[in-house]
């Protein structure tokens, strides 16, 4: 674990980046933030997972953002965890960094209706609820007071997240609300099973009844209405895609 502190300001604002260690876009967007010399607040930048770095895997023991609040004396992630988590005391907003296989547009994640706010902030379309149910209370979301994941696709430059997380921390310092309009989602199941669908995308409506075709010409009846989330994302194994309900009445 890396810890780097840059910016000034009476804000203090927390960092977290490579939770992941196969996404490296967090720790190259907190360098190159820390060299930014107009953060307006104090920033404390967190590198996660540097042993999973190193090894250019995802984790070494265990998935590193479902151990929290990790363990003084555990694996590399749970220590890594508890780390974290001791870096961020007196840290109330936390901004965390992923990238994902899945092919779908930047997203924010929480897992608790109390960093909504936080949520609306970040220049990002889409914003997804975890249920405690997907996400098990193990998240680093789960922990400060608040705290966003923006997921961002593997493709996505340096320079494009290091501005959402720029103008995220700017919106923080003068209470803005991010003015583009959002779509807000429940993640509250799991499609499960190997394959990989031909016929859904991202966020695009998967009708009940509607026949999913495998790539290995299994076909699938959706049981109910939903939205695929992460679907073609390799980190989850045994998944297909994240079942997400819309919430209309968050607008
Ligand atoms: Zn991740």
Known sequence: MKVMKFGSGMRKIAIVGSLHGNE???????????????MGASIKAIVANEDAIRAGTRFVDTDGNRCFPGKRNGNVEERMAFGVLRELGGYDDVIDIHSTYADM?????????????????????????????????????????????????????????????????????????????????????????????????????????????????????????????????????GTICMKAVELKMWK
């Not at 967007?29 to 060299?35: C, G, N, P, Q, S």
Request: a positive charge; proline letters at 3%; aromatic letters at 6%.
């Open 105 to 237: 547009d930047d997203t924010v994640i929480i897992t608790r209706r109390r960093s909504l706010g936080l949520a609306r902030m970040a220049p990002v379309g889409r914003v997804v609820l975890m249920s405690r149910k997907i996400a098990g209370g193990r998240a680093i979301n789960d922990f400060p007071k608040r705290c966003i994941s923006l997921e961002f696709n593997r493709n996505r430059s340096v320079g494009h997240v290091s501005e959402v997380v720029r103008e995220t921390v700017d919106n923080i310092l003068c209470s803005r609300r991010q003015a583009a309009r959002k779509r807000y989602y429940l993640v509250n199941g799991l499609l499960k099973g190997d394959g990989r669908p031909r016929n859904m995308r991202n966020y695009s409506l998967v009708k009940k009844g509607t026949a999913i075709k495998l790539d290995d010409g299994q076909v699938m009846k959706s049981g109910g209405d939903f939205y695929p989330i992460f679907l073609g994302e390799k980190g989850y194994g």
């Open 24 to 38: 490296t876009i967090g720790k190259r967007v907190i360098e190159k933030l820390a060299h930014d010399p107009g």
